[in-house]
């Protein structure tokens, strides 16, 4: 029963009832990560005011430089969740190794795991453009009570039991589902609670808009530059109206709203495009399939890859099920 309004804390609880046997952890792990959505939120906020804009001097395993905010966001998810003991493990964008959680009695008898992008979209975070964090959530493979090894990373997206994103915009909402559909909340910052605003939310089967780095059109495979070339053109319904804003969850949250296709595909630069499959890709194609859209790497469904390393890249094809299938059709005729 989802009541417009209803803040999350009572949407959490009123939707434990759908878990068989639930023990409440999953519940209490979205609160914490309620949690710490709103200590980032705040940081972000005042982020033209502190010294939390501009790098840090380090690299991440991608090669990136870290930005202060990245560094921030991974400390405070990482060190809200750990706090509470409700995990076996966490692995982070901003990490190069999983990291393996004991328990308060030194066993690790938690459930769940927890993969994330803290900071999405850093390179708008200094020119004041919306960012976000995703988050996906699975429960471990491995038995309780040992130390967490990779296989309990490396699952197919199919296998998470919750998947979800926060955007930092002109408000801050969480947006995530648990495999019974997807909802958002608006955080009210005069109280600091997230209210129910966007009840079971749905990707329109069509939209106009479509988003692509277009600054790689030379790069990219001819199925992909014919399906641009398809959406400028003067046709029914066409042109397209063209919106990147370079922060994934932002072009994909837009996109779920108002309907429209997301893409990232290889390029000559970029074999396996950039996007990462267990933090940015499984996450969102989830919360895309929930809503009634679609998500491919062009040929295979994202939720049925078979993750190989932590921080593998795939080529990612998001959005409105009828555009989606339309991309894949250049790709599959290319
Ligand atoms: O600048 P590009 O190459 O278009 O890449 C933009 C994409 O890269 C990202 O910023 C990658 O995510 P991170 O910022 O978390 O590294 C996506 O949010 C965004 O869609
Ligand atoms: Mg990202
Ligand atoms: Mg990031």
Do not use: C, E, H, W
């Given at each position: 029963m989802s009541r417009k309004n209803q803040t999350l804390g009572e949407f959490i609880i009123e939707n434990q009832a759908e878990f068989q046997y639930s023990s409440g952890e999953l519940s209490?792990?979205?609160?914490?990560?309620r949690l710490a959505a709103k200590v980032v939120n705040h940081e972000v906020n005042k982020a033209g005011l502190v010294d939390i804009v501009g790098a840090v001097g380090e690299t991440n395993i991608q090669g990136e430089d870290q930005q202060?905010?990245?560094?921030?966001a991974n400390d405070t998810f990482i060190r809200t969740l750990t706090n509470?003991?409700?995990l076996c493990g966490i692995a982070s964008e901003e990490n190069d190794d999983f990291i393996s959680l004991e328990g308060q009695n030194g066993d690790n008898n938690n459930k769940y795991i927890l993969l994330m992008d803290p900071l999405d979209g850093s390179s708008n975070i200094d020119v004041n453009v919306s960012v976000g964090t995703i988050f996906s959530i699975y429960r471990r493979v491995t038995p309780p009570g040992?130390?967490?090894?990779i296989e309990d990373f490396l699952q197919p997206g199919r296998e998470q039991v919750a998947a979800g994103y926060i955007v930092y915009g002109t408000s801050t909402m969480i947006v995530y589902t648990t495999g019974h559909g997807v909802n958002g909340f608006t955080l009210n910052p005069a109280i600091g609670t997230f209210y129910l605003s966007h009840p079971n939310?749905?990707?329109p089967e069509m939209g106009n808009i479509y988003s692509v780095n277009e600054g790689n059109y030379v790069h990219f495979p001819d199925g992909v530059k014919k399906y641009i070339k398809y959406c400028q053109e003067e046709a029914e319904g066409r042109p397209y109206t063209s919106r990147y804003i370079g922060s994934l969850v932002s072009d994909i949250h837009r996109n779920?709203?108002?309907?429209?296709?997301?893409?990232?595909?290889?390029?000559?630069?970029?074999?396996?495009?950039k996007l990462r499959l267990l933090y940015e890709c499984n996450p969102m194609a989830f919360i895309a399939e929930q809503a009634?859209?679609?998500?491919?790497d062009g040929y295979t469904r994202i939720l049925d890859l078979k993750p190989t390393e932590l921080h593998e890249r795939v080529p990612f094809f998001c959005g409105s099920r009828l555009m989606v299938e339309k991309a894949e059709s250049f790709m599959?005729?290319?």
């Open positions: 209490r792990l979205i609160n914490s990560i202060k905010l990245d560094v921030m509470r003991n409700i040992t130390p967490v090894t939310m749905q990707f779920m709203i108002k309907g429209g296709i997301y893409m990232y595909p290889k390029s000559s630069k970029a074999t396996n495009g009634g859209g679609k998500a491919s599959n005729n290319d």
